[in-house]
């Protein structure tokens, strides 16, 4: 078996191998190009593929990130092909990950919630086979996040009575415009995180642009977006400012976001690593579907 850098011309057959092994998401082309090629950072010699002869069997890929404790590793994503499982080809992709992140004074390592630009928020629990192969390899469990399902199907979202609403307050709601890109950026970079930063102006890669704002008085005021983190069908980020919250605009801009993804085809919505959980489940109906737990492990 020969273990080796990712290089461009892998994706078709990485894909391939995502849409084999981990049949609870739906891998495309333009997602893998995006988490795996435009990683945030990117380190080629964190992403890593197997190969038998002429096959690829396996792959993991890996990422760090700046956060508040330091510089953080994790593994991003992990699979082997069924046909080859049972061969130790993971433990030889996460040693020889690992071997790199030590050489590059890495200390500690985690699985999945590497945001921005994540597949998962931590490690789908129904994947039962990966969480008894991480605490093998000595990981152990520090916390968890939940996603929440929308049926796209239950609504037509309409908004028009409560954006005539919030026109007569002042507030207009739309989508967000190239020439915005300037306003918005510095509008995040004050008042939200630099992840949040990262995965709105993702948005303008979308087509529709995938993230709609409040404004008053020709200033932005709130956002969401979708299609920026996780899968295509995924929604989140949403923020509004602290004290114009409580007047129904974030209601408003999920709704806007639901209504989009509807008419891009959808069937549902996945709002991803959830917050306010009884603010979706009263605005949408939405249930919990998704528990990821977040697992780490000292290198």
């Known amino acids: 078996m020969e273990i080796r850098e ?20 739906a891998f495309t082309p333009t997602l893998l190009r995006r988490r795996v090629l435009e990683e945030p ?17 396996g792959v993991i890929l890996g990422g760090v990130r700046e956060i508040d404790e330091g510089r953080m590793a994790w593994v991003r ?9 049972r061969r130790g080809i993971a433990s030889q992709l996460l040693e020889e990950l690992e071997g790199r992140l030590r050489a590059d004074g890495l200390t500690r390592l985690r699985l999945g919630n590497s945001a921005p630009n994540y597949f998962w928020p931590g490690l789908d629990v129904r994947y039962t086979p990966a969480i008894c192969f991480f605490q093998h390899h000595g990981f152990h469990r520090i916390g968890e996040a939940v996603d929440m399902e929308v049926d796209l199907t239950a609504h037509d979202w309409d908004t028009s009575e409560e954006e005539a609403r919030l026109a007569r307050e002042g507030f207009l709601i739309r989508r967000l415009q190239p020439e915005d890109r300037e306003s918005i950026s510095a509008w995040l970079q004050e008042r939200w995180s630099p992840v949040w930063h990262y995965e709105v102006l993702s948005s303008y890669e979308n087509d529709p642009i995938s993230t709609f704002v409040a404004t008053r008085e020709d ?8 299609n920026v983190t996780m899968f295509e069908n995924g929604f989140g980020p949403m923020g509004t400012e602290p004290d114009l ?27 991803c690593w959830v917050g306010p959980i009884a603010f979706y489940a009263r605005v949408a109906d939405a249930r919990i579907h998704r528990v990821f737990w977040w697992m780490e492990k000292e290198l």
């Not at 200033?219 to 979708?226: D, G």
């Not at 919250?245 to 974030?250: A, H, N, P």
């Open 245 to 271: 919250r409580g007047r129904g605009i974030g209601r408003v801009l999920f709704w806007r976001c639901m209504r989009d993804m509807k008419a891009l085809g959808h069937r549902t919505a996945d709002i």
């Open 6 to 25: 990712i290089v461009e011309a892998d994706l078709p057959l990485l894909l391939d191998l995502c849409q084999r092994t981990l049949p609870l998401d």
């Open 41 to 57: 950072d990117r380190n080629p010699a964190y992403q890593l593929v197997a190969w038998e002869d002429d096959r690829l069997v």
């Open 77 to 85: 994503l992990i699979t082997v092909d069924p046909a080859y499982r």
């Open 219 to 226: 200033r932005i005021c709130a956002f969401a977006s979708y």
